[in-house]
């Protein structure tokens, strides 16, 4: 395989890894794909399917606790029914309607709206509003401590 596989690869899994963070793009199964796709390429050889397995099972899992931190974080908080919906609806229809910053913006939104509709206070709802950003920010540093760990299994078995 020619060696500019490795570094094309590589710079796949760097855009991948900032879209973990940016949600822009989805970064674990972008990287996820690359890799399987050069070990499909290259027969194997240096990412076996041992490998694959465990990058596949972080991409896999780095994007379900994106989904599941955000809700526990609120629920944490005291969020009620009305909250985790709004939350769950904001975070959709901010995708919708305002892009990629309203990934960020719509669960923040629509979990203050839940709140506010349910009865809680302006500070209450508040709380769980920015509970919710919190919760996505952690989500993220968790997906970029799994895009990390795939670029190092990455570089350490291909290209060291």
């Known amino acids: ?69 955000g809700t526990v974080t609120i629920k944490k908080m005291g969020a009620s029914k009305a909250g985790i919906w709004g939350f769950v609806l904001g975070g959709v229809g901010g995708l919708i309607f305002m892009g990629p910053v309203g990934l960020l913006l719509g669960p923040v939104i629509g979990a203050f709206c839940g709140e506010i509709l349910f009865g809680k206070n302006i500070r209450e709802a508040a709380k769980i509003g920015i509970s919710s950003l919190l919760g996505n920010l952690l989500a993220a540093l968790v997906k970029l401590g799994f895009s990390v760990t795939i670029i190092l299994i990455f570089v350490f078995r291909v290209m060291l």
């Open 1 to 69: 395989m020619e060696p500019y596989w490795q570094w094309i690869t590589l710079a796949i899994l760097i855009i991948g890894a900032l879209g973990t963070v940016l949600p822009v793009l989805p970064g674990l199964p972008l990287m996820a794909l690359s890799v399987g796709a050069f070990a499909w390429a290259e027969g194997f050889q240096q990412i076996t399917w041992g490998y694959l397995a465990v990058i596949i099972f972080l991409a896999l899992l780095g994007s379900l606790l994106d989904y599941i931190l």
